[in-house]
Each structure stands twice: as structure tokens, then as C-alpha cells.
């Protein structure tokens, strides 16, 4: 089985993609887990399109950590319903978000609205995607995609960068036939995330509320003042 995963900042437009880039490939039998953090309501358009759609929530717990501990048996769900080409879908919402796996397609999704320095405000989920999804370029000028694609680049040079139209479909078949070449995999055991996921173990990790050095325990970074 197949498995590409699809990640980026919300509301950058990436199941509005991933669904154009569905109908690109007719010939594989596609399932989508959705991991997100406290609600969504994507899983209403996957079903809308007939694609089956698992949704999950992270809740209070970091959005990487509960993507890596459950990716295994998303993959061996999918594979055992006899599916033959798994898509993740995971939010990015705190921009150090790292839900790329070594030997699988990383796409990342990024919006022309978000900011043209936004690109350098992106940690691994930019910087360690093989292909970079731009949406929304129709809504702005030509120059500022011109600036947004260099920040890009400057971030992950050795990306694709691809622009595509989530409404209209524009630029799905291309990225379609980029992702459909990938190898199938039996099982994801073994396998590493392309970098670490984001490390504190902290006493408001665990459900600690009240502000002071007397209330805080395990990782914590000071920051320095003159």
C-alpha cells in the first residue's frame, strides 16, 4: 500500500487538494485519516466526495506526538480494509509540527494569503517536504508569488513547489502523477519521522494552570533579558 502525507499551517487549503487530487486518480482506492486537534469538519466534504475518511483529535496533547503514535495503525487500518493508497492529513498548527516520514512523499501545503515572510516562519514541516503546494495565487499578484516561491526556496531548496488551485483543480494533475509514483510499503514499523518531534515534558504538559518558578518542573527553556 501507498501512503502520502499531506501537512501544512490550517486553513492553507489542504483538503480542498487533496480532494482535486483524488479525482486525478481514479484507478486506486483511496482511504484519508484526518489528524487534527480539537474539532473539524473536513470529514463532511471527504464524505460528500465519497471517500472514506477516518477523523482524529488530539485533544490536549501535542498534535506530532499524536500523529506518530497512531500513524502504525491508521497504515494497518487502511491495509487490512483493502485499500491501496492511504493520504495523512495533519494541521501544523504550532509551525514546529514534523509529521514527515523517511522513504514516504511529504507534501506541504501553504497558502499566498498567510504573509510572504511566512515561508521562514515554517520549521520542519516546510523545510523537510519533498513537494511544496501553493495555494491561493490567484488572489494575489504576480510579484508577490514571485517573492513567496523565493522564501520558499530559501527555507527548502530542493523541494517542487508546485502551484495549485484547491477550487478549481488547476495544478492537481501534476501533482498526481508526481505522488502516484511512490513505492508501497507493508508496514510502517521501523521506520523513522525525517526529524525529531517537538521535546518538553513540562508540569503544564500535565495539567498544571498556576504562573511561577515555584510550579514548574521538567523541560523548560528561560529566555535572557538585559
Given at each position: 500500500m501507498?501512503l502520502?502525507?499531506f501537512?501544512?499551517?490550517?486553513?492553507?487549503?489542504?483538503?480542498s487538494?487533496i480532494l482535486?487530487m483524488?479525482?486525478e486518480?481514479?484507478?486506486?482506492?483511496i482511504a484519508?485519516?484526518?489528524?487534527d486537534?480539537?474539532?473539524?469538519?473536513?470529514?463532511?466534504?471527504?464524505?460528500?466526495?465519497?471517500?472514506t475518511?477516518v477523523v482524529g483529535?488530539?485533544?490536549?496533547?501535542?498534535p506530532?506526538?499524536?500523529?506518530?503514535?497512531?500513524?502504525q495503525?491508521?497504515f494497518?487500518w487502511?491495509?487490512?480494509?483493502?485499500f491501496d493508497?492511504?493520504?495523512?492529513?495533519s494541521?501544523?498548527l504550532?509551525?514546529?509540527c514534523?509529521p514527515h516520514?523517511q522513504g514516504?512523499?511529504?507534501?506541504?501545503v501553504?497558502d499566498?494569503?498567510s504573509?510572504?515572510n511566512?515561508?521562514?516562519?515554517l520549521?520542519p514541516?516546510l523545510?523537510?517536504?519533498?513537494i511544496v503546494?501553493v495555494?491561493k495565487?490567484?488572489?494575489?499578484s504576480?510579484a508577490?508569488?514571485e517573492?513567496?516561491?523565493?522564501?520558499i526556496?530559501l527555507?527548502?531548496?530542493?523541494?517542487?513547489?508546485l502551484q495549485v488551485?484547491?477550487?478549481?483543480?488547476?495544478?492537481?494533475?501534476?501533482?498526481?502523477?508526481r505522488?502516484e509514483?511512490t513505492?508501497d510499503l507493508d508496514t510502517?514499523?521501523?521506520t523513522q519521522?525525517r526529524?525529531?518531534?517537538p521535546?518538553?515534558?513540562?508540569a503544564y504538559?500535565?495539567g498544571?494552570?498556576?504562573?511561577?518558578?515555584?510550579?514548574?518542573m521538567?523541560?523548560?527553556?528561560p529566555?535572557?533579558?538585559?
Amino acid at each position: 500500500m501507498k501512503l502520502i502525507t499531506f501537512s501544512g499551517p490550517p486553513s492553507s487549503g489542504k483538503t480542498s487538494v487533496i480532494l482535486q487530487m483524488i479525482k486525478e486518480l481514479p484507478r486506486h482506492k483511496i482511504a484519508v485519516v484526518k489528524f487534527d486537534c480539537l474539532t473539524s469538519s473536513d470529514q463532511e466534504q471527504y464524505q460528500s466526495a465519497g471517500v472514506t475518511v477516518v477523523v482524529g483529535y488530539a485533544g490536549k496533547l501535542c498534535p506530532d506526538h499524536f500523529f506518530v503514535t497512531n500513524v502504525q495503525d491508521a497504515f494497518d487500518w487502511a491495509k487490512e480494509k483493502g485499500f491501496d493508497l492511504l493520504i495523512t492529513e495533519s494541521a501544523g498548527l504550532c509551525n514546529r509540527c514534523s509529521p514527515h516520514i523517511q522513504g514516504v512523499p511529504a507534501v506541504c501545503v501553504i497558502d499566498n494569503l498567510s504573509g510572504i515572510n511566512t515561508p521562514r516562519k515554517l520549521g520542519p514541516v516546510l523545510r523537510l517536504a519533498d513537494i511544496v503546494v501553493v495555494t491561493k495565487g490567484d488572489v494575489v499578484s504576480q510579484a508577490e508569488r514571485e517573492v513567496f516561491a523565493y522564501n520558499i526556496r530559501l527555507v527548502n531548496p530542493r523541494a517542487s513547489i508546485l502551484q495549485v488551485n484547491g477550487i478549481t483543480g488547476q495544478g492537481t494533475f501534476l501533482l498526481a502523477k508526481r505522488l502516484e509514483i511512490t513505492r508501497d510499503l507493508d508496514t510502517l514499523s521501523g521506520t523513522q519521522l525525517r526529524f525529531t518531534t517537538p521535546s518538553s515534558v513540562c508540569a503544564y504538559c500535565t495539567g498544571e494552570r498556576r504562573i511561577g518558578m515555584e510550579f514548574q518542573m521538567g523541560m523548560n527553556k528561560p529566555m535572557e533579558f538585559d
